[in-house]
């Protein structure tokens, strides 16, 4: 079975500093891996994703993330953080087709001025 | 705009009642999903349809139903057997040509149960 972890359940950086968030997934084989944003009360918005070829993902917001598959992990990066960064952030893996996807349990996002 | 529309954003219900959550996209996606938000718990999969009059059951899908007869729509029934039906419901669908195959979600329905 699939899963996905997010050891990191609340982090908090002053903003301009570097962030990582990590994600840790289980499958069985090339995943498909995906990190979304979810600001409060709203739904989720994609960040980025990784599905085959270079390692070093880049997204949306400034963001990337790097496929590491000797680790099993997929952690998301930013070089300088902004005050409108701050919210709920989810690692998903899934595979290609119509089946879904499995998500974390999430990293909330705080941002100190 | 192509997109997911979800109704109502926010739905009160007694004990003992039935709900159902609306779904709509034009995305002419053939797969729809619904998932559950619990605060820490991230979104647990409640049932999910590839193609039209066809679903299957998620990881969390007692108490609730669904029904598939269009492409465009994917509606969501609470039923009074679901136990604590409190939560955050987020409808997706999702591309199936292989550099699409992220979710699209909606902006979500906020069910209290008073």
């Known amino acids: 079975a699939q899963s996905v972890t997010q050891p990191d359940i609340h982090i908090t950086v002053s903003e301009g500093a570097s962030l990582e968030l990590r994600c840790n997934y289980s499958?069985?084989?090339?995943?498909?891996l995906f990190w979304y944003v979810q600001s409060p009360g709203q739904g989720l918005q994609l960040l980025l994703k990784y599905f085959s070829g270079d390692t070093l993902v880049q997204g949306i917001k400034g963001f990337e993330a790097e496929f590491k598959r000797s680790q099993s992990s997929f952690n998301l990066r930013k070089p300088s953080v902004h005050w409108s960064d701050a919210a709920e952030y989810f690692c998903?893996?899934?595979?290609?087709?119509?089946?879904?996807?499995?998500f974390g349990s999430g990293t909330r996002l705080q941002v100190q001025p | 705009d192509g997109g997911i529309t979800q109704s109502p954003k926010y739905l009160f219900r007694k004990e003992g009642q039935n709900v159902t959550l609306s779904c709509e996209q034009n995305?002419?996606?053939?797969?729809m999903y619904w998932y559950r938000q619990d605060p820490g718990q991230g979104l647990r999969l409640i049932y999910y349809?590839?193609?039209?009059?066809?679903?299957q059951k998620g990881d969390i899908a007692e108490g609730y139903s669904v029904s598939r007869e269009k492409k465009e729509s994917f509606p969501l029934t609470v039923t009074s057997a679901q136990k604590n039906p409190t939560a955050f419901y987020l409808c997706?669908?999702?591309?199936?040509?292989?550099?699409?195959?992220?979710?699209?979600f909606g902006e979500g329905s906020r069910l209290t149960v008073l």
């Open positions: 997706a669908s999702r591309g199936t040509t292989r550099t699409s195959g992220e979710l699209f």
């Open positions: 349809s590839q193609i039209v009059n066809d679903f």
């Open positions: 995305l002419n996606h053939d797969a």
């Open positions: 998903a893996v899934g595979a290609t087709g119509r089946r879904a996807l499995t």
């Open positions: 499958y069985g084989a090339t995943p498909y």
